[in-house]
């Protein structure tokens, strides 16, 4: 029985949009192809790349046109029903929405403070304790945060993999540690310093620094660079 459309899931390896962008990147993409991820299949006798090049088609392939095409426009061409046309004003929407947005500018880390005022207000209260990572770019801006781990009040689990899997993914040059000691003890546990010492370790073997390991408290911080166990 012929088959009532061409769902992506048919096609050849090479031809489904969604694996070329897991592959070369979403810039490798067609703007055919970006919708084609939307609406995910085609009509009978066209496929969903196919069906979103005769949409932009029809507006001079101008993105900005197609966002100002109504619900009952997109349900005009065939294979576009209102569960795919609902799906196409929405993605556009929050690429309006995104370029409204005013860009936010990067912290840059100077100094030890910078830190303790960046996180602060995330870690300093916790009555438990969280293990936070702040991944820099080659001018010391911060592209990238994330808790790593949450434990108990008196530590926390770091899986060094995680760490550096992620400076990699986001393309960070550098890294620096922070976690909070809900005791408000400002010292470092002999713990805290072999943790650092083995991230340091393997930050070297892949060109990426780590500058500092600081533990915060509601009212103050202690820096490994600071004191000098760097």
């Known amino acids: 029985m012929e088959p009532t459309n061409f769902s992506i899931k048919q096609w050849a390896e090479d031809d489904k949009p969604r694996e070329k962008l897991m592959g070369k990147g979403k810039a490798a993409l067609s703007d055919a192809e970006l ?29 900005n046109a197609i966002g100002k095409l ?13 569960a795919k046309a609902i799906t196409i004003i929405a993605a556009l929407e929050l690429g309006r929405r995104r370029r409204a947005e005013e860009i936010v500018e990067l912290k840059k880390i100077s100094s ?30 911060v592209i990238y945060k994330t808790q790593l ?19 990699l993914e986001q393309n960070a040059t550098s890294i620096i ?11 470092a546990s002999e713990a805290d310093i072999q943790i650092t010492k083995k991230l340091k370790l393997a930050g070297q073997q892949l060109d990426i620094a780590i500058l500092d390991h600081i533990i915060i408290t ?12 760097f």
């Open 70 to 82: 109504s619900l009952k426009q997109l349900m005009e061409f065939k294979g576009i029903g209102e």
């Open 177 to 187: 540690l922070t976690h909070n000691h809900p005791s408000g003890k400002l010292l």
């Open 35 to 63: 919708i084609a991820i939307l609406i995910g299949s085609g009509s009978r006798n066209e496929s969903a790349v196919q069906l979103s090049k005769k949409i932009l088609a029809s507006i001079d392939n101008n993105l």
């Open 112 to 141: 030890s403070k910078d830190v303790f005022e960046l996180m602060q207000p995330i870690m300093g209260e916790l009555p438990h304790e969280e293990f936070w990572i702040l991944y820099l770019n080659n001018s010391n801006k």
């Open 149 to 167: 781990s949450k434990g108990g009040i008196t530590g926390t689990v770091v899986d060094i993999r995680l760490v550096f899997k992620m400076a």
């Open 218 to 229: 509601e009212t103050g911080f202690y820096s490994f660079q600071d004191e000098g166990i």
